[in-house]
C-alpha cells in the first residue's frame, strides 16, 4: 500500500514538473509567433512607405496599388491582407521608425524573432539598408492600441508598463482608455512626468502609488444614482480584479472590513491592502459623502494603530487613502501634518475626459518650464 501511495506521489511530482514544462513551451512558442507578426507587418509598412517616397503610391494610385497588392498576397497566403491591414502596417512603420523602440544596429540584441525573407542576400541588404533596427515583445493587437497614441511620451509608458506588467490587450486597452498615464502624470513633478516615459511607473515612495481620479467605471454603479459606502465596499469586492488593476502596481488584497480594538472599542478599516514593492500596509477607507475633518482624523488613528501595534519592524509606515467622491485639498493640508502619511483621492464612476486631462497635463508641463526658465534667468 505504501508502495502504491510513494508511486503516486512521484508520478504527481513529475506531472506537475512536465505540464509545467509544456505550458512554458507553448507560451514561447505563441510569444515567438505574434513577435514574428509584428516585425513582418512592421517591415511590410517600411516597403510600402518607400514606395510611396519614390512617388509610386501617391494621390488616386496609392489606394489603387494597395488593393491590387492586397489580393495578390490572398490569393498566395489567405486571409489577414486586406487592404485596411496593409493601412495599418504602414501607420505602425510612421509610428515607431523613429519611437524609443528603434534601436542602433550595435545595441541591438540577437533576436531570432526577426522576419527571414528566406533568402539569406535579401535579408542582409534589407539590414544595410539603415542603421537602425527595430525591438518588439508585445502582439500586433497590442500594437494596434498603442499606436493609436499621439503623444509619444504616453505610448511609451503604456508600452513599457504593459511589458513588465503583462496587461492583456483588454487591460492595456483599459488602462489607455481611463487615462492611467495623464492622471499619473498630473500628481508628480516635471521630472517625475519625464520618468514615466522612461521608466514606467516606478514605486519608491508613498505619493507614487496615488493618482487622481482613480476611476471606477468597471463597478457598473450609476453616478447619478444614490448609493450607500456599503453598496460601493461590497461593489469593489466583487471587482477587486479589477480595483487592484487600477490600484497599480504591488498590492495585495488582505481583508475588508478589518477588526481592531482599541480601549474597548472597536474600529473597522474598510479595506486593508499590502504593497509589496514599498513594503507596507495600505489602509483605504470609502467616502461617499463630502469629506470632513473628522475623517481625516479618524484615518489618521487608523494609520497610527497599525503603525504601532501592526507594522513589523522591517517594514515601512502605513500609508491611508480617503478615496472619496469629491476631495478637498485645502482642508486635508489644515488638517493634517505636513508629514503625515495619509492622501485623499477622488474617485469617479465613469471614464475621465481623455481631451480635458491632456490639456491639463500639457498646461501643467507648460508651468514646470516657465518655473525652470525663470530659475535660470535668476
Known amino acids: 500500500m505504501n508502495d502504491l501511495v510513494d508511486i503516486d506521489n512521484k508520478v504527481t511530482s513529475l506531472y506537475e514538473k512536465v505540464s509545467l514544462l509544456i505550458e512554458q513551451a ?75 523602440t528603434v534601436l542602433r544596429k550595435s545595441e541591438m540584441p540577437h533576436n531570432d524573432s526577426l522576419p527571414s525573407t528566406g533568402n539569406s542576400e535579401i535579408s542582409a541588404t534589407v539590414l544595410r539598408k539603415s542603421e537602425d533596427t527595430v525591438s518588439f515583445s508585445l502582439s500586433w493587437s497590442h500594437y494596434l492600441i498603442l499606436m493609436r497614441i499621439e503623444n509619444p511620451d504616453a505610448r511609451s509608458f503604456y508600452e513599457i508598463e504593459c511589458k513588465q506588467q503583462d496587461w492583456s490587450v ?27 516615459a522612461q521608466e514606467g511607473q516606478t514605486i519608491e515612495k508613498p505619493v507614487d502609488i496615488i493618482k487622481n481620479p482613480i476611476t471606477l467605471e468597471f463597478l457598473g454603479l450609476k453616478p447619478d444614482v444614490s448609493y450607500t459606502e456599503s453598496k460601493l465596499e461590497n461593489a ?21 472590513q478589518k477588526r481592531f480594538t482599541f480601549d474597548e472599542q472597536h474600529f473597522y478599516v474598510d479595506l486593508v491592502f499590502y ?87 500639457r498646461q501643467w508641463i507648460d508651468e514646470f518650464q516657465e518655473i525652470s526658465e525663470l530659475k535660470t534667468t535668476d
Open 275 to 361: 504593497n509589496r514593492l514599498l513594503q507596507c500596509y495600505v489602509l483605504v477607507d470609502l467616502k461617499t459623502d463630502k469629506l470632513t475633518h473628522q475623517d481625516l482624523g479618524q484615518m489618521q488613528m487608523y494609520v497610527n494603530y497599525y503603525d504601532r501595534y501592526v507594522k513589523q519592524d522591517f517594514e515601512k509606515p502605513t500609508i491611508g487613502i480617503l478615496l472619496c467622491e469629491s476631495k478637498n485639498d485645502a482642508l486635508v493640508e489644515l488638517t493634517l501634518p505636513k508629514e503625515a502619511n495619509i492622501y485623499a483621492s477622488a474617485y469617479q464612476l465613469y471614464l475621465p475626459d481623455k481631451h480635458l486631462l491632456q490639456s491639463k497635463l
Open 170 to 196: 483588454r487591460q492595456l486597452s483599459r488602462q489607455v482608455g481611463s487615462s492611467l498615464y495623464e492622471r499619473l502624470a498630473l500628481s508628480r513633478d516635471k521630472e517625475a512626468v519625464m520618468r514615466l
Open 236 to 256: 469593489i469586492i466583487n471587482k477587486m480584479q479589477q480595483f487592484l488593476l487600477e490600484l497599480g502596481k504591488g498590492f495585495l488584497f488582505e481583508a475588508r
Open 26 to 100: 507553448r507560451k514561447h512558442v505563441a510569444n515567438t509567433v505574434n513577435t514574428t507578426e509584428v516585425y513582418t507587418k512592421y517591415y511590410v509598412g517600411q516597403h510600402i512607405v518607400e514606395e510611396e517616397q519614390h512617388g509610386v503610391l501617391r494621390a488616386k494610385y496609392g489606394q489603387q496599388v494597395l488593393h491590387s497588392l492586397s489580393k495578390r498576397l490572398t490569393e498566395r497566403f489567405g486571409k489577414g491582407w486586406s487592404v485596411d491591414t496593409l493601412e495599418k502596417c504602414r501607420v505602425f512603420y510612421q509610428v515607431y521608425r523613429n519611437s524609443a
